[in-house]
């Protein structure tokens, strides 16, 4: 079937992309206010910034090995659904206990465990759209999702609790984050349902044939797509420095703008907020550029 025959169910995706938003949101809590929560503790920001380096460790460690795990794992709710409805709700009661943490090694506790958990469940989350989507419409779906992630500022707790006096703002912001949280994980396991949309994924496996059928059986299309060329190197070096620039930049941003700028706690995230312009701008746009060459091959989707 040519490429423009294909057509992305927007629905669904947005659907899909329910754990990813739900994962950006406490992310972008998180780097906006632990740094500051750590302050109140640490006076050296050398040291505060290695701690914020915890989830970056622990990404590289264990986001690889539990992506692969669920990349065998064969469960009547799917592969990657196990995953996050084990680690998600975990993850969104350890948020909220964040801001209470009295005692800096109870808090390093919260956060060590918080950032474990995060990294078991987040490759398989992140790898449920492409699981469930053609390949030639991977790229407008990921558009789509980086949408959802630049509606942060006016759907998370941002305008709540953070302008009111400590440390009952931040008790507040994290606790509705944690809601939020739940509430996206929630409607993501009863609306997507990974082996109806796909019931290939429930065969084993090595039990798989290397050539077999793996049409997408709801959606009625045929065996064979559009492929286009990959360009691995020159893909992972963009997401590379682009992950590395923009985390630089968010994890200090707010210590920045509270000790230099004069701003307020609340008034420091919704500046951290506005980056998210960038995405509504250029996400569905990206994702609709046309990628490979004339000469594309074409073969069964994966």
Same mark, same amino acid.
């Given at each position: ?36 929560? @750590?302050?109140? %503790? =640490? ?6 910034? #290695?701690? *914020?380096?915890?989830?970056?460790? /622990?990404?590289? !460690? ?31 009661? @350890?948020?909220? %206990? =964040? ?6 090694? #109870?808090? *390093?506790?919260?956060?060590?465990? /918080?950032?474990? !958990? ?185």
């Amino acid at each position: 079937m040519p490429q423009d025959k294909l057509k992305l169910n927007v629905r669904q995706t947005l659907l899909i992309g329910l754990g990813f938003f739900a994962s950006s949101l406490l992310w972008s809590l998180y780097n906006s206010f632990v740094p500051l929560i @750590l302050q109140d %503790f =640490i006076a050296s920001t050398a040291t505060v910034g #290695l701690i *914020m380096t915890i989830d970056n460790v /622990f990404g590289v !460690i264990f986001q690889p090995y539990f992506g692969a795990r669920s990349d065998k794992t064969r469960t009547r709710f799917g592969r990657r659904m196990p995953y996050i409805l084990i680690g998600a709700p975990i993850c969104a009661v @350890l948020f909220a %206990f =964040i801001p209470q943490m009295k005692v800096l090694w #109870l808090l *390093m506790l919260v956060i060590i465990i /918080f950032n474990f !958990i995060m990294s078991i469940w987040r490759a398989p989350m992140i790898a449920l759209m492409p699981d469930l989507t053609l390949d030639p419409l991977r790229s407008k779906a990921n558009g789509l999702i980086n949408l959802m992630r630049a509606a942060l500022p006016p759907s998370s707790p941002f305008w709540w609790g953070t302008h009111r006096p400590q440390p009952a703002g931040r008790g507040a912001t994290f606790l509705m984050g944690s809601v939020i949280m739940l509430l996206a994980v929630g409607l993501l396991f009863v609306l997507i349902k990974e082996n109806r949309l796909n019931p290939r994924l429930m065969t084993p496996p090595d039990t798989q044939e290397e050539s077999g059928d793996q049409s997408f059986f709801d959606w009625g299309l045929p065996q064979a797509v559009v492929r286009f060329p990959a360009q691995p190197v020159l893909s992972a070096s963009g997401d590379f420095f682009w992950f590395c620039a923009y985390n630089a930049v968010e994890t200090f941003f707010t210590s920045y703008a509270t000790t230099v700028l004069g701003q307020s706690e609340g008034q420091a995230a919704m500046l951290l907020a506005f980056f998210s312009v960038s995405f509504v701008i250029f996400a569905v746009p990206r994702g609709s550029l046309p990628i490979g060459s004339a000469g594309a091959e074409r073969s069964s989707w994966v």
